[in-house]
């Protein structure tokens, strides 16, 4: 395998990772949202916040491509 084979399976398995770990996250502030009792304000504030990290990450690999693209 070349080294841009090497890169490609790097990139795939951080995604991937990284969505799991939001994945599990969020079913853990569920789980103490939902057996605390949280208003739903408090409820909205938390999956903001938990929606916000994952839209960074996303933002992230979307500069990312187009810098990539562009040949930056």
């Given at each position: 395998m070349i080294a841009e084979n090497y890169e490609t399976i790097e990139t795939v398995v951080l995604y991937v990772t990284l969505f799991g770990l939001f994945a599990l996250m969020s079913y853990a502030v569920?789980?103490?949202?939902?057996?605390?009792?949280?208003?739903?304000?408090?409820?909205?504030?938390?999956?903001?916040?938990l929606g916000l990290g994952a839209l960074g990450?996303?933002?992230?690999?979307?500069?990312?491509?187009?810098?990539?693209?562009?040949?930056?």
């Amino acid at each position: 395998m070349i080294a841009e084979n090497y890169e490609t399976i790097e990139t795939v398995v951080l995604y991937v990772t990284l969505f799991g770990l939001f994945a599990l996250m969020s079913y853990a502030v569920h789980d103490v949202l939902k057996k605390n009792d949280v208003p739903l304000i408090g409820r909205i504030v938390a999956y903001g916040v938990l929606g916000l990290g994952a839209l960074g990450f996303v933002a992230k690999g979307v500069i990312e491509l187009f810098w990539l693209s562009t040949g930056v």
